[in-house]
C-alpha cells in the first residue's frame, strides 16, 4: 500500500505546502490540526489538485494532552501503518497563557503535545519501517532555538515569562528531545530516523503576534528576509521523502544541508534530563526504552 504520513499543523502555511507535497508523491497523508473547517478546506483543495495520493483531515489539539491520546486511539483502531510523522504545528510570540494541562502555551503546545504524538505512534512507526526503509519522524524547530534556554527548574516560564524566550525554549526543547530519541532508537536498532528542520523566516501566521512596529518593518521588507510557506516547506519536504535522507537521523538541516545546531542542543545530559521531566509531565513511562 502507499506510504502514510501525519503532518501536524497540515492546514496552512508550511504544514499544508508539506501535506500537499507528500499526497502529490502518492502518498496517503493525515492532516492533524485543531481547526476542522481550516483542515477541511485543505484537504478538498489538494484533492482538487486531483494528486496521486489520499489526503484526509483528522482533529488534534495539541495543547491537550487528552486530545492527543484520543487521535492517537482513533489513528490505531483504523490498524493503518505510519511511515512518516511531520512535528510541524506552533505557536509563536502568544501573550502568556496556559494550556488545559496547566502548562505555559509554547512550551505545552509545541513541544509537550509534540513528545507525547511521536511516543504515542512510536510503536506504529517501529513496525511500520523496515531496515531497507525506514520510517520517519521529522520535527520542525527554527532558528530561534540558538538563542534558547532551557530552564529545568522553570520550564512553564512561570518566573518571568517573554514571550520570545517561551518560543525559543519550546523549539530548543524540541532539537534536544529529536536527538535523545534518535540515540534511544539506534541503541534500540529500530528502523526509524529522527530528524530536525529549520524552515528559515517563514511569513506564515506564526508571526500574526509580533508587536506592531515589527509588524511594519515586516511588511516591506518581507519578501527579502522571509521565504514563501512552500520554500520554508522544502527542508520539511526533503527529510520526509528524499531517498538521500535513507537510514540517516540525528541531523539538523537547514536549505536541505546538514548544520550545526546550538552547543547546548548536543549536551546528553540535559536532553536525558529534559526526556525523564516531559515523561513526568505528560504521564509517560520513562522505562518503556528500557532506561534504568
Given at each position: 500500500?502507499?506510504l502514510v504520513a501525519i503532518v501536524t499543523g497540515g492546514a496552512k502555511g508550511m504544514g499544508y505546502e508539506t501535506a500537499r507535497h507528500l499526497t502529490?508523491?502518492?502518498?496517503?497523508?493525515?492532516?492533524?490540526?485543531?481547526?476542522?473547517?481550516?483542515?477541511?478546506?485543505?484537504?478538498?483543495?489538494?484533492?482538487?489538485?486531483?494528486?496521486?495520493?489520499?489526503?484526509?483531515?483528522?482533529?488534534?489539539?495539541?495543547?491537550?494532552?487528552?486530545?492527543?491520546?484520543?487521535?492517537?486511539?482513533?489513528?490505531?483502531?483504523?490498524?493503518?501503518?505510519?511511515?512518516?510523522?511531520?512535528?510541524?504545528?506552533?505557536?509563536?510570540?502568544?501573550?502568556?497563557?496556559?494550556?488545559?494541562?496547566?502548562?505555559?502555551?509554547?512550551?505545552?503546545?509545541?513541544?509537550?503535545?509534540?513528545?507525547?504524538?511521536?511516543?504515542?505512534?512510536?510503536?506504529?512507526?517501529?513496525?511500520?519501517?523496515?531496515?531497507?526503509?525506514?520510517?520517519?519522524?521529522?520535527?520542525?524547530?527554527?532558528?530561534?532555538?540558538?538563542?534558547?534556554?532551557?530552564?529545568?527548574?522553570?520550564?512553564?516560564?512561570?518566573?518571568?515569562?517573554?514571550?520570545?524566550?517561551?518560543?525559543?525554549?519550546?523549539?530548543?526543547?524540541?532539537?534536544?528531545?529529536?536527538?535523545?530519541?534518535?540515540?534511544?532508537?539506534?541503541?534500540?536498532?529500530?528502523?526509524?530516523?529522527?530528524?530536525?528542520?529549520?524552515?528559515?523566516?517563514?511569513?506564515?501566521?506564526?508571526?500574526?503576534?509580533?508587536?506592531?512596529?515589527a509588524q511594519l518593518v515586516k511588511r516591506p521588507v518581507a519578501w527579502l528576509l522571509f521565504r514563501t510557506p512552500a520554500e520554508g516547506a522544502s527542508?520539511?519536504?526533503?527529510?520526509?521523502?528524499?531517498?538521500?535522507?535513507?537510514?540517516?537521523?540525528?541531523?539538523?538541516?537547514?536549505?536541505?544541508?546538514?548544520?550545526?545546531?546550538?552547543?547546548?542542543?548536543?549536551?546528553?545530559?540535559?536532553?536525558?534530563?529534559?526526556?525523564?521531566?516531559?515523561?513526568?509531565?505528560?504521564?509517560?513511562?520513562?522505562?518503556?526504552y528500557g532506561e534504568n
Amino acid at each position: 500500500g502507499a506510504l502514510v504520513a501525519i503532518v501536524t499543523g497540515g492546514a496552512k502555511g508550511m504544514g499544508y505546502e508539506t501535506a500537499r507535497h507528500l499526497t502529490s508523491l502518492g502518498m496517503h497523508v493525515v492532516i492533524a490540526g485543531n481547526s476542522e473547517e481550516e483542515g477541511l478546506a485543505a484537504v478538498r483543495k489538494i484533492r482538487e489538485e486531483n494528486s496521486k495520493g489520499k489526503v484526509e483531515f483528522q482533529f488534534l489539539d495539541l495543547s491537550s494532552l487528552k486530545s492527543v491520546r484520543q487521535f492517537v486511539r482513533m489513528f490505531k483502531d483504523r490498524r493503518l501503518p505510519l511511515h512518516i510523522l511531520v512535528n510541524n504545528a506552533g505557536v509563536m510570540l502568544v501573550p502568556e497563557r496556559q494550556t488545559e494541562d496547566g502548562f505555559e502555551l509554547h512550551f505545552g503546545l509545541n513541544y509537550l503535545g509534540h513528545f507525547l504524538l511521536t511516543n504515542l505512534l512510536l510503536d506504529t512507526l517501529k513496525q511500520s519501517g523496515s531496515h531497507d526503509s525506514c520510517a520517519r519522524v521529522v520535527t520542525v524547530s527554527s532558528a530561534t532555538h540558538y538563542v534558547g534556554v532551557l530552564n529545568l527548574e522553570d520550564l512553564q516560564s512561570r518566573s518571568c515569562y517573554c514571550a520570545h524566550g517561551a518560543y525559543a525554549q519550546s523549539k530548543l526543547a524540541l532539537v534536544l528531545f529529536s536527538y535523545h530519541l534518535q540515540q534511544k532508537l539506534t541503541a534500540g536498532g529500530f528502523p526509524v530516523t529522527v530528524n530536525v528542520v529549520d524552515p528559515g523566516m517563514v511569513n506564515t501566521d506564526l508571526y500574526q503576534n509580533l508587536c506592531s512596529p515589527a509588524q511594519l518593518v515586516k511588511r516591506p521588507v518581507a519578501w527579502l528576509l522571509f521565504r514563501t510557506p512552500a520554500e520554508g516547506a522544502s527542508t520539511a519536504i526533503y527529510a520526509a521523502a528524499s531517498p538521500t535522507m535513507e537510514g540517516v537521523g540525528g541531523c539538523y538541516l537547514y536549505n536541505g544541508q546538514r548544520a550545526q545546531s546550538s552547543i547546548i542542543s548536543y549536551d546528553e545530559d540535559l536532553q536525558a534530563q529534559l526526556w525523564r521531566q516531559s515523561c513526568t509531565l505528560v504521564s509517560f513511562p520513562v522505562e518503556d526504552y528500557g532506561e534504568n
